[in-house]
């Protein structure tokens, strides 16, 4: 290792100052932009959250104007989806992906750049509509003909669905990157069933994206066509259809929903194994289960729509589907229980966050299959009691399997630890705080409270519940105060931690915390699943297996550019144009052919 | 070939070029791109209000010869990437241009039917046969563009030495773009030119 540290002098301390970050191609410093954007992004949509629970805190109150709140719920599900979830759910593809793969980064690690500026000019462009003439109000899926230039006037939809076309090419750049790094760039002796399962997860994450988001590029480009060009895809007096825009709309949505919890499913089956001491139970069952997860993802799409009134067949079709989606998911649950039955488990902070992920996904889950039932579904949709399934496998899921994540791989990422007594004062404030937010919502959805309003009136029996849901509301922003208190401080002064503090058994736990630039001296070889379990089972002999090979003499280090980030702010700028004149969307195109012109003759 | 690119890079785990196997993810994504304008057409095929129709205004043998001349494109791509493959940089200029031409021909013919079809009436805003057409075929039209711009650079950069049988890889990716755009030109053709 030394040698190794020795034959690399000048990158190795590390370069400090913002045009290093600013330029930087490294997965490990790109995690940590994406991870400070998107929970600078999960803040803002968490206050607006608690501005939406102020307002419904009582009967007939007035925080907000009708119309704001509109906006605030709008703005709040887009952003906790496109800007909070899914690019927490990359950072952790950025940092942990190539280090569990056994690679030096990503296989384009410049692309890796250009999507996160992508993620973070299109993020700024989309909350650039508060200030400039009124944010979307349409909802997070924005319903033709809602939509329409003639019900939605001013340009909040133009902001939403530009911004949207933006982050697409994020997402979209991020999973060709990430298919091609697992799929090639695997350490010798990895096959794809020896592969740990975040990486899994990751790569059938990106497949559903790079599948799904062309869907939603169409129907959000369609949609511009009507609002700029004055077309009628969406317009009935044209004989247009406008449940077209539902079908392309939850072609890419139902998928989406998969994007969002199949990488917290695959953290959870980094972090079981891990503090319960015993490999996953059923690798096989996990992995496949997650493939045919993202087979069927594709074939449930109408249970969004039931209330439309798609006719028997299709409904039933329909139903079945979505019932089948959840065989492979329980599939999992029960693999992560028997993960941990018999095992030696120590409850540590990413050790309750995954446990309540479990806890908390199950009720989620169960009122999944209760909304595929179509008589059912006619009951509940479109009230709370859809509210508080999602946030149940939004929050109760792909949040606490984020914030497991962050607990379990902040050491390796910093040479630090996290306060653990903090860390359970977060889990538990967090796990009563969601569930006094969302579990009356079941209630109040079956009494029918609808989504989406901005009031109700006193006599409905709704006041004590919405109020119980409001303090919950709060008790979670304290809960969030808690966890951002404790990741400054321990940024600053935490406990430092060793290559492998937890006695993980997969390869990032090899490499010293944190991981030099270059991650690995020497690329390892791999003898089977949990490669440092395995290492540690069996002789030295075994022991140069996963580890000790010697150093490669000469490790080549992508160079830092600030390329990327110019053609990210071209890429960002041609939409821009369309909504502030388009001479700016000329100026964007210019700028981001040069940027692509001059990259792809830069050698890395 | 194959030797050429191995040597320039490193070791992949599938023994495929990771430049390749990203653009073939690329093109996977673009077939549920142009699979959902296709959709759109089928879906409002016969339901516009007014006219005008398509029967009454695709010209199947203008629009045959066209698509001839694309599919042609394909070939001289074929041509342009063995020549550079065995390093013979005249036969591949000759070839990359001349497909780059036949792009631009079919480009021609766009812009041609486009403008008559317009001056007949049919716009993007009339009824949903002209959206859903001008729409499909005209970002087929921008990818054709886009190809045409792409094999331009080649061209140009063979003369600067940036491509050269070396990195024939590169001619390789853009000819795959392109063949991919000559398919799904294909598909546009017999869904909504022959099969009315």
Known sequence: MTTAAAALPAREAGPTGLWSWAATVDHKRIAVLYYFT???????????????????????????????????????????????????????????????????????????????????????????????????????????????????????????????????????????????????????????????????????????????????????????????????????????????????????????????????????????????????????????????????????????????????????????????????????????????????????????????????????????????????????????????HFHYVLFGGTLLGLFAGMYYWFPKATGRFMDERLGSWHFWLTLVGMNLTFFPMHFLGLLGMPRRVYTYAGDLGFNTMNLVCTVGAFVIAVSTLVFVANLFRSLRAGRPAPPDPWGGGTLEWSIPSPPPEYNFAAIPEVRGRDPLWLEQRSGPAERRGARGLRPDAHIHVPAPTGLPMLAALGVALVPAGLIFGLWLSAIGAAVMLFGIYRWAFTPI | MSHLAVAAEPRTSTGLHSRKLAFWAFLGSECLFFGSLISTYLVYKGKSLVGPYPGHILNIPFTSVSTFVLLMSSLTMVLALAGIQRGRMGQFRVWIAATALLGMTFLTGQVIEFSSFVREGLTLQGNLFGATFFVLTGFHGAHVSAGVVWLWSLFAASFGGRVKPENALDVEIAGLYWHFVDVVWIAIFTLVYLIQ
């Open chain 1, 38 to 388: 998107a929970f600078a992004f999960f803040l803002l949509g968490g206050v607006e959250a608690l501005i939406i629970r102020l307002q419904l805190a009582g009967p007939g109150r007035h925080v907000v104007s009708a119309q704001a709140y509109n906006q605030l719920f709008t703005m709040h599900g887009t952003t906790m989806i496109f800007l909070a979830l899914m690019p927490l759910s990359a950072s952790f593809f950025n940092f942990v992906v190539p280090l569990q793969v056994g690679a030096r980064d990503v296989a384009f690690p410049r692309l890796n750049a250009f999507s996160y500026w992508v993620f973070l000019f299109g993020g700024l462009f989309l909350n650039l509509s508060f200030v400039a003439g009124g944010a979307p109000a349409a909802g997070w899926f924005g319903y033709a003909n809602l939509t329409s230039g003639q019900y939605s006037p001013g340009h909040g939809i133009d902001f939403w669905a530009l911004g949207l076309l933006t982050l697409g090419v994020s997402s979209l750049a991020a999973a060709f990157n990430f298919i091609v790094t697992i799929v090639n760039l695997r350490a010798p002796g990895m096959s794809l069933m020896r592969l740990p399962v975040f990486s899994w997860m990751t790569l059938v994450t990106s497949f559903l994206i790079i599948l799904a988001f062309p869907i939603i590029t169409v129907a959000l480009i369609l949609l511009m066509f009507d609002r700029m060009a004055g077309t009628h895809f969406f317009v009935p007096a044209a004989g247009a259809d406008p449940v077209l825009w539902q079908h392309l709309f939850w072609l890419f949505g139902h998928p989406e929903v998969y994007i969002l919890i199949l990488p917290a499913m695959g953290i959870i089956s980094e972090v079981l194994p891990t503090f319960a001491r015993r490999p996953l139970f059923g690798y096989p069952f996990v992995v496949y289960s997650g493939i045919f997860i993202a087979f069927l993802a594709f074939g449930v799409w109408s249970h969004h729509m039931f209330s439309v009134g798609l006719g028997p067949v299709a409904d039933s079709f329909f139903a079945l589907s979505t019932m089948l989606i959840a065989v492979p998911t329980g599939v999992k649950i029960f693999n992560w229980i028997a993960t941990l039955w018999g095992g030696s488990i120590r409850f540590t902070a990413a050790m309750k966050f995954a446990l309540g992920f479990i806890a908390m996904f199950i009720i989620g889950g169960l009122s999944g299959v209760m909304h595929a039932s179509p008589p059912a579904d006619l009951q509940q949709t479109d009230t709370y009691f859809v509210v508080a």
